[in-house]
């Protein structure tokens, strides 16, 4: 599903990083560990076709994602790729349901509304669709963030240290949830962060340093 | 979805939204209003205007005369002797010259003496009853019929002056004999009555008799022999004392504006204005009046220009983060960009509506408050210059939409989101 080769990027007027050749195949989960500053977000970033490597590959399903345009990264991000950060952001002004109903309107991909609510009920947050983001607490703003990630049935799901700001038993729920959706859908999840917490239930690892 | 993100967005600060439509409204409302009154007034007095060359009358002020005697929106400079007006309307170079004398009113309408030539002036015919031809009978014109609810067969007692409610001459009775039709000019706020009516209502008891009996003599020239009106009163003009307000004069050829009213002004007590002449100067002072209000509404508009950027500037360094999410979700830059602009674009429809509406109401006001006063309706007509002024509004919002929406074009998509 996601496979690197020898990626480069540096940002202006700083040095290089260099980052280790990657493989995670569909169902798998790949955790990518490393301390503050050494380029895990730049990373995921890469891989989410965010920013643009100076050199090497980045392939997803059979595309390599460093010789598209960026309007191209656009739409192939919507359709392909599920992100969750760390702070789950949406927009204020819209419902819950509104907000979830993003990922379909700009990756021209329509869902029935039941699977918006089937998927938030497993996540246990069903009861939240009516509210604004603002009304949710910071694990109920998680979970959606996660609906909202895989709503799309993307073939890789990017979590930019997803359980960082939680609870352990939010931590840990989170995690599940996560692995849960991505091995129902059988995506490809890449999850960077330095939360030790994760570094036990996930064998195979990758540390930047 | 576009639409309601943007929708909701604006909504989502209300107070921020509503003052710039607020603000907005107000300048396009000023400025439409203005707008509409100036291009109204000018086209009213142009109408109003129709043939009339010259306005002879009493000394005083020219632009008094000339409101008076056509417009009918201020007193009268006094009156002249008919007899020697006579005189000079019986020129070669006169082609029209029709006599005016009032004074009274009904109900802030004025009562106006004249002839029918008067009334052929503004092409209005009988619609409902008949052109009067004796003294006492007044048709009424389209508006006076329909707002004081008189009609023909009915009478009514004049009122000496122009307020409301003044000394009533008690009388005499006018008899209403017909409704004008309506011709969108001065004509449809007077109450129209032969020349002689004027003169029985203010003579002295003791005349009393002898006037009666010359309207009736009036009447009967009008009916019988079929003379030319412009005869008509030399005629019936036997008593040297008889006096009128003011004679709207039309001239064969220019050249009679070249001699007639130099003639008047230095040889005579009485004054000739030119009512083109006297407008012009007026809607030159009027002018700067306007001017001033145009510039003080642009500046609003350049205010709420700034607010609704201020607004939308402010609320995109909120909304880096969500802009940003937007990207990473796949919206494309394009979309960012256009997202902001429609909420600039929105706005200013929502303050260029508000403010049409909001001149419309201002109109209709004028209408109900000085409508009578000023003797003409506003109407609520769009008209060409507001389509520039949606434009120019649009254009506000565009601009002030313009900055925040190139900021988010050129947004650093991975600085945002790890910001």
């Known amino acids: 599903m996601l496979t690197t080769e020898n990626v480069q990027f540096h940002y202006k007027g700083a040095k290089g990083f260099q980052f280790p050749d990657l493989h995670c195949a569909a169902g798998e989960i790949l955790l990518v560990t490393g301390q503050s500053g050494c380029g895990k977000t730049t990373l995921l970033h890469l891989l989410a076709g965010i920013l643009t490597a100076d050199k090497g590959a980045i392939r997803i399903h059979d595309t390599d994602i460093t010789g598209l345009s960026s309007a191209e990264k656009d739409q192939f991000r919507a359709k392909n790729i599920g992100l969750v ?22 990756g021209h991909h329509s869902y029935p509304a039941k699977t ?13 669709l009516k509210k604004y983001p603002a009304q949710l607490s910071i694990g109920e703003q998680q979970r959606i963030s996660i609906v909202r990630a895989v709503i799309n049935q993307p073939g890789l799901l990017l979590a930019d240290e997803p359980t960082s700001a939680l609870d352990d038993q939010n931590c840990f729920e989170v995690y599940q949830l996560l692995r849960e959706m991505a091995a129902q859908q059988g995506a490809a999840l890449v999850i960077v962060t330095h939360d030790g917490r994760l570094k036990d239930k996930i064998e195979n690892r990758v540390h930047l340093s | 979805m576009f639409l309601k993100i943007v929708w909701r967005n604006l909504w989502f600060k209300p107070l921020n939204t509503t003052l710039s439509v607020v603000l907005l409204a107000f300048s396009t409302g000023i400025i439409s209003l203005l707008l509409l009154v100036q291009k109204q007034l000018e086209t009213k007095f142009e109408t109003d205007l129709k043939d009339i060359d010259l306005v002879v009358g009493a000394k005083g002020s020219p632009l008094q005369l000339v409101l008076s005697a056509v417009y009918h929106v201020d007193a ?3 009156n002249i002797n008919l007899l020697e007006a006579q005189k000079l309307m019986k020129g070669p170079l006169v082609k029209q010259a029709i006599p005016l004398s009032y004074g009274d009113s009904y109900q802030g309408y004025r009562i106006l003496g004249t002839d029918t030539n008067y009334i052929h ?13 004796r003294s006492l009978e007044v048709v009424l014109g389209a508006n006076v019929a329909q707002k004081t609810g008189l009609a023909p067969g009915k009478t009514f007692k004049g009122t000496h002056g122009e307020a409301a409610e003044g000394e009533t001459h008690d009388e005499h009775e006018y008899e209403v004999v017909g409704v004008l039709s309506s011709t969108n000019t001065i004509l449809d706020n007077l109450i129209v009555t032969p020349l002689a009516s004027v003169w029985e209502m203010h003579e002295h008891p003791e005349e009393h008799e002898e006037g009666t009996a010359e309207a009736h003599d009036h009447g009967h020239h009008h009916e019988g022999d079929g003379h030319d009106h412009e005869h008509e009163h030399e005629e019936e003009a036997i008593d040297s004392t008889r006096e009128i307000t003011a004679y709207l004069v039309k001239f064969r050829s220019p050249m009679g504006i070249m001699s007639l009213p130099r003639m008047i ?8 204005a030119v009512p083109a002449l006297e407008m012009n100067r007026l809607f030159h002072l009027m002018g700067l009046g306007i001017t001033t209000l145009r510039l003080l509404a642009f500046s609003i508009m ?14 995109l360094k909120e909304r880096k983060y969500e802009l940003a999410l937007l990207r990473s979700l796949g919206s494309s830059r394009f979309r960012l960009a256009a997202l ?3 909420e600039g674009i929105v706005l200013a429809i929502l303050g260029l509506g508000l403010g049409l509406l909001l001149s419309r109401f201002g109109i209709w006001m004028i209408n109900e408050q000085a409508g009578s006063d000023l003797r003409l309706t506003l109407t609520n007509h769009l008209i060409s210059e507001e389509l520039v002024l949606g434009a120019i509004v649009l254009g506000v919002g565009v601009l002030a939409a313009l900055v925040p929406a190139i900021k988010a074009w050129r947004m650093n998509l991975s600085e945002a989101l790890a910001s």
């Open chain 2, 121 to 133: 002036k503004y092409n209005a015919v009988a619609q409902n009853g008949r052109l009067f031809q």
């Open chain 2, 265 to 272: 002004n230095s040889g005579t007590t009485m004054q000739a």
């Open chain 1, 85 to 106: 950060y760390q702070k789950a952001h949406f927009l204020a002004a819209l419902s819950v349901m509104d907000n979830l109903k993003l990922p379909g309107w700009l």
């Open chain 2, 302 to 315: 350049l205010i709420s220009g700034f607010s609704v950027f201020i607004a939308l500037y402010n609320r």
């Open chain 2, 340 to 342: 902001l602009l429609t």
């Open chain 1, 116 to 128: 918006i609510t089937d998927l938030s009920d497993r996540l246990g947050v069903a009861h939240t």
């Open chain 2, 76 to 78: 009268p400079t006094g």
